[in-house]
RNA sequence: GGUCCGGUAGCUCAGUUGGAUAGAGCAUCAGCCUUCUAAGCUGAGGGUCAUUGGUUCGAAUCCAAUCCGGAUCACCA
């Protein structure tokens, strides 16, 4: 049980014993002590003051002098200041916390709960590379996903692939008029990157094509529907639709060469994934959906055969959930899909990793499946996060000032060897390792720069500040890990120890700190939010720092104050290891 | 226009089930490497928590109004 527990449920019993009241621990708040008082923990007094018609002096005091009286082995003094209880807790329970964990590269995690969760993300289209958007996607889910298991979920990853639309055959139709049957082997391009490439030349090309016809008299709207280019496109994929065979192998190949490129990158970033859906295979999940809709008159039919919801009542508008043709839209195979999930994994929660530009048609996809009455509607949650934006504004491929994800990795990587060599203290590192190195700081630099931000806000990505490696940023924490690393390789710990003369201010403050490691993990897990993870160890990190400069523990005052520092460093080295791979971020023994 | 989200130091961000004098990093300035890794440490300056009103012992946090920014409201996905 967490400190902050024990004095929550303390403070319960002694307050049931003084005023045969019973309380729970949301009616007071415990909080960590200021360090400008003297205590560890703190019950704010006021809201109990009324209902016991108590002075905050009077109530603390009794409080104070029961909470001490009763629980000998967990408090040693108190102080009251203007309503505020300060409660020092004794060193024998952080020595037998530091005793207990030190060593415990699991501190934290949880057994498994039987509960079972999906978390799907990076979902990407098959006709351009990833960006960086697609980073904090990826991060943010692999994360999340990590951080369920560590709480005893049973957890499953997936991604849904956008292989088919328009706007795929928008790349295959620029491929048939430019590229001359070249390919990413004829042209040493990667795979993703050589279609992207096709998908702009098709922008390009629609752009000249609709100036074109507007020069000859017709209407900007006009012109870009009769764009020859954008009518080849909407052919191809009716070909598509029908099975055309040429356009289905064109089709084939060119996604192919995209996953032959996404497969790189995923295994670059470190992204994987239980279960790839396609929508080419989904896409028409939707139709039993609809005549179930129908029957049950949650949906209705208008006279052109389209079908409908209305959501107004709910504060939403009219949706279309199938077309006048027949064929299903988005929203209709998002329902298949989710019911196809569900079935085939009987998952208890099943959270969706996508943007805030999609709160509206999420909040649509949850509230249709509530009407359908399908088992899964409450289980499905939408983890919105806000979208990378460049310090001049959006990311917009049109314009060419979207980060290419590839192109990020690779800098940030070298600006990690930059700043190796330049500090020469890996001199004696093979090529191998090296490499390695390098790709574990520049890689965990930018993992650590998407994550440390909440994931519901927007967020700013300025390349510059990025790529800085002091402060409150991945090497950082993995500079400490490894300076704790090399001292763990030099001294033993030695089994038989004891404790003279209680701690040093800095000393304290890490151990109650590492304490803490549980609750934020259960937090990060509660808030989806990974970012209070990375702050957290940001905050262990930089204690361990102050602590490491003050006091010498290789050359400690005694042999006791260095059994309890190297203690204290080692389990530093194992919260700093355990939170970072829940990031996704690893940390160097040297660096 | 409707709905939703946001506005905290020069910049990027913490802090909101209401708690003590609002915190970090970057940037600026001043110190600190014959001793365990200086990707570091210590200190200084920097704030009308968008504005106004309300709720109360107490508000960055809750409520209302206003201003500013963004997202969304497709027979696109």
Redesign the pocket.
């Known amino acids: 049980m967490s400190i902050i527990a024990q004095v929550q449920q303390s403070t319960i019993n002694s307050l049931s014993a003084l005023f045969g009241q019973t309380f729970t621990e949301?009616d007071f708040?415990v909080?960590q002590?200021?360090p400008?008082?003297e205590g560890d923990y703190?019950v704010?007094l006021?809201?109990l003051v009324k209902s016991l018609k108590q002075s905050p002096d009077a109530l603390g005091k009794l409080l104070g002098d029961h909470l001490v009286a009763n629980n000998p082995t967990l408090f040693t003094q108190y102080n009251i200041?203007?309503?505020?209880l300060?409660l020092t807790v004794s060193d024998n329970y952080w020595l037998d916390m530091l005793n207990q964990h030190h060593n415990d590269a699991c501190f934290g995690k949880k057994a498994l709960n039987g509960q079972r969760v999906m978390v799907e993300y990076s979902s990407p289209?098959t006709n351009k590379p990833l960006h960086l958007g697609h980073l904090r996607n990826n991060f943010l889910g692999w994360s999340v996903a990590e951080i369920f298991k560590a709480n005893g979920y049973e957890v499953f990853k997936t991604c849904i692939v956008?292989d088919r639309?328009?706007h795929i055959c928008k790349s295959m139709i620029a491929w048939q008029l430019f590229a001359n049957g070249a390919t990413p082997q004829s042209t040493n391009n990667k795979g993703d990157h050589f279609v992207g490439d096709y998908y702009v030349k098709f922008n390009d090309e629609y752009k000249r094509q609709v100036e074109e016809l507007i020069t000859t008299g017709k209407t900007k709207d006009e012109a870009e529907k009769e764009a020859p280019i954008m009518k080849a496109t909407q052919q191809m994929l009716l070909d598509w639709e029908a099975g055309k065979p040429e356009v289905m192998d064109l089709w084939r190949t060119m996604n192919g060469w995209v996953y032959d490129g996404f497969d790189i990158t995923y295994k670059n970033i470190g992204s994987d994934f239980d279960k790839t859906y396609y929508?080419s295979n989904t896409y028409l999940l939707g139709k039993a959906t609809v005549e179930k809709g129908l029957q049950q008159n949650v949906f209705y039919k208008?006279a052109?055969n389209?079908v409908w919801i209305d959501l107004e009542k709910d504060?939403l508008?009219k949706k279309?959930v199938q077309?006048?043709?027949g064929t299903s839209?988005?929203i209709t195979q998002d329902i298949g899909l989710a019911m196809q999930k569900y079935d085939e994994y009987k998952i208890d929660q099943s959270i969706y990793v996508i943007g805030?530009?999609?709160?509206?048609?999420m909040k649509v996809l949850k509230l249709i499946c509530q009407k359908l009455g399908l088992p899964y509607a409450d289980s499905i949650y939408h983890l919105s996060y806000g979208m990378v934006e460049l310090p001049t504004g959006?990311m917009k491929s049109r314009e060419g000032t979207v980060v290419d994800a590839d192109d990020i990795v690779n800098e940030m990587e070298l600006v990690?060897k930059e700043?190796?060599e330049e500090?020469g203290?890996v001199n004696d590192f093979t090529n191998e390792e090296l490499t390695q190195l390098f790709h574990t700081?520049g890689l965990g630099a930018l993992k650590f720069f998407l994550l440390?931000?909440?994931p519901?806000?927007?967020?700013?990505f300025?390349p510059q500040?990025s790529i800085?490696?002091?402060?409150?940023?991945a090497?950082?924490i993995q500079?400490n890990h490894?300076?704790i690393?090399?001292?763990l390789r030099?001294f033993e710990l030695n089994g038989e120890w004891s404790m003279v003369n209680g701690f040093l201010p800095l000393e304290k403050e890490l151990i109650v700190a590492l304490e803490q490691y549980p609750l934020i993990l259960e937090q990060a897990c509660a808030e989806m939010n990974p970012?209070?993870i990375a702050?957290y160890v940001y905050q262990v990190a930089?204690t361990f720092?102050?602590f490491?400069?003050?006091?010498?523990?290789?050359?400690a005052e005694s042999e006791e104050k260095k059994q309890l520092r190297l203690r204290l460093a080692e389990m530093t080295a194992n919260v700093i290891k355990s939170g970072m791979q829940l990031l996704g971020v690893a940390v160097p023994?040297?660096?």
């Open positions: 949301k708040q909080n002590t200021k400008e008082f703190t704010v006021f809201s200041i203007k309503g505020f300060n289209n956008n639309g328009i929508e208008e052109d389209s504060g508008d279309i077309r006048k043709d839209v988005y805030d530009e999609q709160n509206y048609h959006k990690a700043k190796t500090l203290k700081i440390r931000v909440d519901k806000k927007k967020m700013i300025n500040e800085d490696f002091h402060g409150f940023t090497p950082f500079f490894a300076r690393r090399s001292i030099k970012s209070a702050i930089k720092s102050s490491y400069t003050e006091h010498s523990i290789a050359n023994e040297r660096m």
